[in-house]
């Protein structure tokens, strides 16, 4: 038994959790209809797998203990039935996933098939089929068979001669023979020798399992049918596996226990067995390759469950199952499920972020920004072969139509803000309008006052929405309807001066209208750099896409390059030079066609870059046509307000005049208020000061008859005392009387003051107003036909 399978390695937090399969299920099974069908419940496990996938099937004659192996790799005693008589107990393909015990963030796939050549199925074909099933969907096969690798055993393994007829690698008939073609996607080998019993020894010489190998598998020299006959498995073998091992493993126990394996404990098995056992778990953990597709595409166990399907179905139609068909029909279920996972990363990011509107457009922009790089890199992480780019398309165009959807949901959500944040401003002058507050002389000032106050608050709590000018905007044109009516009826203003109001009025407006349009401009201009540093990241993320593309597809060509000429070195070596010298032929052709590929594929991404720049370019250009558009509005409103304000300045001219001796007159109104408020205070304290005075000499001329008294009572003078308290009270009185009298004095005197100010202050006001009258008759005739009309 593998002794450290139980151990568990420590890994790093996975972006998928593992899928925890207590025991096996089956994968493929034969039908009512005598076809193989995929089953349901398997592909749904499989479609919970995200991790890439190590894939290891086992096949071989029935009989011959394949699940054995499997279940020591999923590290159970048992899972994967075993059959101890002369029925095979495995029927179909079934499947086992783990978690990978070396391998951190990877799932292990173990494939138990049918056992080959049992009696009672009575069809070869459905053999052959399972064969290749194995071989297509395993990234490690593992050949099961007993005794030794002779001559009966190579034969045996006649499905290997087949492959050629069962597979395709291309869906065009361009090349009919594509065999060369299958070092690149065919799995690692392993023969796992059962019951082996004699010795390994080649010339008298001890010999590796894997010299004993390749020793069963050497060619014969000749051209005769026999010995052709007997070189073509061997050669099959030689070709389509490059990477092959072997494993001999002796007898488990005694004869009579084998029936019970699973059950024995392992001190009952040979120590031999487990040894050889222990070393096959070790070397499959390790050596044991990801699953890949063409071109080096990663697959996940949701990937191979498609896969699974493509090819059952192509096998059930009667067709031959085709690699290049499969990555297409992979690629365009990967890539619309990698359009539908990318937009649902970018859209779970902005319903969060949609919880805190509304915000500035620079934090949706940048958020934005950070999570369509997250979608365009879970897209590229999952899709391949979008040759002309038409699924990152598709999610580009998406994501920028729910972006627009969110900037309008953060729009309405600022306005609303903004709406509410001046309701609640304006409350007071809502209020103010129904009562009719501002229905009086100087009401306009009044008004004007309020909705500067207001529009300062506004200004202060709102200048981060985005839609806080715009708002502004509408608020003002609102009020201006209320302006208007309260400017004509206000009969403390000349007419001239409601003329002045008015036009100053309209140039607010305008400034308002003018900063609305910049606070958009600005805003497209935000987004027109954010389209360029998204197109640029896109851009970023391509190159990398194909850099990783073509580094595969390198890697997997050099690797079929290296196994190829190892394979013709061997035949030079063994003195097959007719066949190395067709190997030669063989090299250049694939070398031609690695080439070509891989100068299709640049070209392709090449269309692929240009066709976004254009997606990029025409988009840029559209903006670029409603930014000018909005840079001539612009222009145009500053050209009215520069004439507004012009004429503001005009009518302001000519009353600065009247604001110059108003501010003279309520400076010398201040003076004067404060002259008297001093002259109020000086008096207040030397009142204060008298009435202390007063009082303390009343209290010591008391404290005096206090102690007198005491002294005539203390002398015995009763009658005295008395009299002397009669005394004590009248001057109590007296003082009380005289305070009184000195306070109203003060009063009189206060009041007296107050009214002398009070006629000062109006003598001042009729003298002001008599200026302000004076100062209007002379412009009224002098301005003439100056009004502004």
Known sequence: MYSDQATVVKQSKRLYPPVIMDKPVCLIDTGSDGKLCVQQSALQILQQIQQPVVVVAVVGLYR????YLMNRLAGKQTGFALGSTVESKTKGIWMWCVDHPTKAGTTLVLLDTEGLGDVDKGDSKHDTNIFCLAVLLSSTLVYNSRGTIDNRAVEE??????LTDCIKVKSSDEDADDSSEFVKFFPSFIWAVRDFTLERKIDGKDATEDEYLEFALKLKPGTSRKVMEYN??????QKFFPSRTCFTFP?????????????????????????VTDRFCKFVFHKSQVKKLKDGITITGRVLGQLAKTYVDTISSGAVPCLENAVIAMAMIENESAVKEGLEVYQSGMEKLKDSFPLELKDVSSEHQRLSKMATQTFMKRSFRDTDGEYLKSLEENINKLFDGYLCQNEQASKRRCEDLLSSLSATMTENLKQGFYAKPGGYDLFCKDLEDIVKNYNSQANKEVKSEEVLEEFLKQKSVDSKAILQADKKLTEKEKKIKEETKKAALLQQEIKAKEEKQRQLEEKMELERRSNEERMRQMKEKLDLELRLQRQEAERAMDSKLREQAALLEKGFKDKADRMNQEIEEFKRQNAKAESNRAKEFKEMLENSNKRHEKFMAMMMQQHREQMQAIQEKNAR???????????????????????????????????????????????????????????????SKLREQADLLAKGFKEKADRMSQEMEESKRQNAEAESNRAKEFKEKLESSDKRHEEKMAMMMQKYKEELEAIQERKASSSGDCCIS
């Open 64 to 67: 011959t203990g394949k699940s």
């Open 157 to 162: 393994l006649q499905y290997v001669t087949e």
């Open 232 to 237: 073509l498995p061997r050669e099959c073998i």
């Open 251 to 275: 007898f488990p126990t005694a004869p009579e226990n084998v029936s019970c394996l699973e059950s024995l404990d392992p001190a009952d098995l040979s120590s031999d067995f487990l040894e």
């Open 641 to 703: 307000c520069s004439e507004e304000i012009k004429k503001a300045a005009l009518l302001q001219q000519e009353i600065k005049a009247k604001e110059e001796k108003q501010r003279q007159l309520e400076e010398k109104m201040e003076a004067e208020r404060r002259n008297n408020e001093e002259r109020i205070r000086q008096m207040i304290e030397k009142m204060d000061l008298e009435l202390r005075l007063q009082r303390q000499e009343a209290e010591r001329a008391m404290d």
